[in-house]
């Protein structure tokens, strides 16, 4: 499972592919040939791929619901990531984050990146909505959001809270799962 979007390569990280990055990050590099950052895997994301390890061998159905990688399409960098913090809940909403390296920023690709993923989120039968949250001081996670049919529902102090609909997501001819 893998998408592509008229700029970007996104892959679901697996199981392996979690492992390599805990364990030796310069392995991943070397495997897609791509030049080492030394600013990815991020922190937050070396927290976080643990608790999704243990998640997918306890349930192979949660790939496509924790993190994925984002490369250029000709698969010459590492963008960043993206992904949900989970498979649905009860009430059929899931949590999106993402994160593009500094070098890669101010480009549009967070836009795109999420553009595509919600597409592909919203293919899924039990999604019905998508949550993300960033930063009051987060003018550019902001944007990205509400440049994708995101609306403002909340804040708790400093971190405003956003959601979109899978019945208001109108869903683009573009999106291509390879």
């Not at 963008?79 to 009430?91: A, S, T």
Request: charged content about 25%.
């Amino acid at each position: 499972m893998e998408l592509k979007t008229d700029r970007l390569h996104m892959i679901p990280i697996t199981i392996d592919l979690s492992q390599m990055l805990m364990k030796n990050s310069l392995a991943f590099y070397y495997k897609y040939q791509l030049p080492w950052n030394k600013n990815w895997p991020h922190d937050g994301l070396k927290a976080l791929l643990p608790i999704y390890v243990e998640k997918l061998e306890n349930d192979e159905s949660e790939l496509g619901f924790g993190p994925w990688i984002m490369m250029d399409i000709a698969g010459e960098h590492v963008v960043g990531d993206i992904g949900f913090k989970g498979k649905p809940n009860e009430e059929g909403t899931i949590e999106i984050g993402y994160h593009v390296v500094a070098s890669e920023r101010n480009q549009g690709y967070a836009s795109e990146a999420v553009d595509h993923l919600c597409s592909w989120a919203f293919t899924q039968p039990d999604v019905k909505g998508i949550e993300a949250q960033c930063d009051k001081g987060n003018i550019a996670s902001q944007k990205v959001l509400i440049n994708n049919g995101f609306n403002h529902t909340g804040r708790n102090r400093d971190i405003l809270m956003f959601k979109k609909e899978k019945s208001a997501h109108k869903s683009k001819d573009h999106f291509k799962e390879v």
